[in-house]
DNA sequence: TTTATTATTAACCATTCGGTTAAACTAATT
DNA sequence: AATTAGTTTAACCGAATGGTTAATAATAAA
């Protein structure tokens, strides 16, 4: 009970300040338990901000094996992952700040958690999502590209509708609500512009 | 002379390690100056940030300014805004860093940066921006699409090959050289993806 | 040369931080 | 009732941290 409770705490202070940021006494006083808790199960701020990221990576993981069955189409893929991740963010809105502040501090947690979860299940593999994408091309189904390129193209615009909104926004000097008209016609841009640019 | 020098290690510091991860000491150390230096002509911690911000802003948005002429493309922009966004991240590691972390700290400072600077310098208006893109849905040059979600597109594939490297580089399971040939690919990819997309 | 202003420094400081400790409480087992 | 193991707490701690101070050096103006 107490170290669900702290996750939870946890995971809202580090979305909000980052791990440097982050508070443990902060912490403690949001999940209602004693500070001294936090390190008798988690051992030390660090190891807590680990089982966070943990957690929440394994959340969106989840969500994509979902639909990454061996006869997905091309065009399905570039539907379904920007409607799986936008709708995801949308709901999860501590995910995208853990995740942007991982990366930008170089991702090295992040990568030993995906190199952890891959040994320990082999389903949603690096291999398999080569083979899809192989298949595409040999198929004629997509534009030949690098699937590196591709796969850059899908995860930048639906990861970045989120923290890049304030730049469109101050750009066209505009305020965009984001509400449900907003993910929907964020989902249907970026699965619009995937087709178009990359289906054949 | 000690000002510039704080203000070049400040802003090492700052896109290594964040606002709150950010070391006084270390940005003095770092300077080769005394850290009483740092607080006599930047008076705080946050204070020097805001100075760090606003030059880091500044020059992307003196790059940009470059080409929005009123006779641009639309072609066009989709072509250079890429190898603008591209060339500059590339040659200016810590902007992206920086600006990603304050974008994910809702981006309160960066807000206020942009208001300040286009109160004195009228010539990058929003006003502009959108006029432009009014007159290709107008001419036909590109498809009917709102102008948010074509700035969003825009700005996200290019900002993202950065950050959302790591996560296609572990999908994929390969390692990508940031190298000329990988900038060279990415703007190409990008450009190609828009024009195909939002061209009609 | 004197004066006023700007730069620079070493030493200092209050506060906050992550983390520890030792004792006490709880509840199931024997 | 005694033992055991897991849980919880208040009080404590050393090391940093952002920031200050008061004295001094350098420079320019009078």
Chains 1, 2 share one sequence.
Do not use: C
């Not at 969106?60 to 061996?70: A, D, E, N, R």
């Not at 030993?112 to 999502?129: F, H, Q, V």
């Not at 909104?165 to 984001?178: S, T």
Request: hydrophobic share 40%; proline share 2%.
């Amino acid at each position: 009970m107490s170290k669900e409770k702290i996750l939870t705490a946890a995971k809202e202070e580090f979305a909000e300040f980052g791990l440097s940021g982050a508070r443990v006494s902060r912490i403690a006083e949001k999940a209602g338990i004693n500070k001294a808790m936090l390190f008798y199960y988690f051992s030390s701020k660090e190891n807590l901000y680990k089982s966070v990221l943990r957690q929440t990576i394994l959340g969106l993981m989840s969500q994509i094996k979902k639909i990454l069955t061996p006869d997905l189409k091309a065009s399905e893929f570039f539907e379904k992952m920007p409607e799986i991740y936008i709708n995801y963010f949308s709901k999860n809105k501590d995910f995208i700040k853990i995740m942007g502040r991982e990366l930008i501090n170089d991702g090295k947690h992040y990568k030993a958690i995906i190199r952890e979860t891959l040994e320990e299940d082999g389903r949603l593999t690096p291999s398999g999502i080569k083979e899809l994408i192989n298949k595409w091309i040999k198929n004629g189904e997509i534009k030949e590209e690098s699937q590196f390129n591709m796969m850059m193209n899908i995860v930048s615009l639906s990861l970045f509708s989120f923290i890049g909104k304030p730049i469109a926004e101050n750009i066209l000097d505009i305020n965009i609500k984001e509400d449900e008209i907003f993910y929907k016609n964020r989902i249907e841009s970026i699965s619009n512009l995937l087709k178009r640019g990359m289906l054949k």
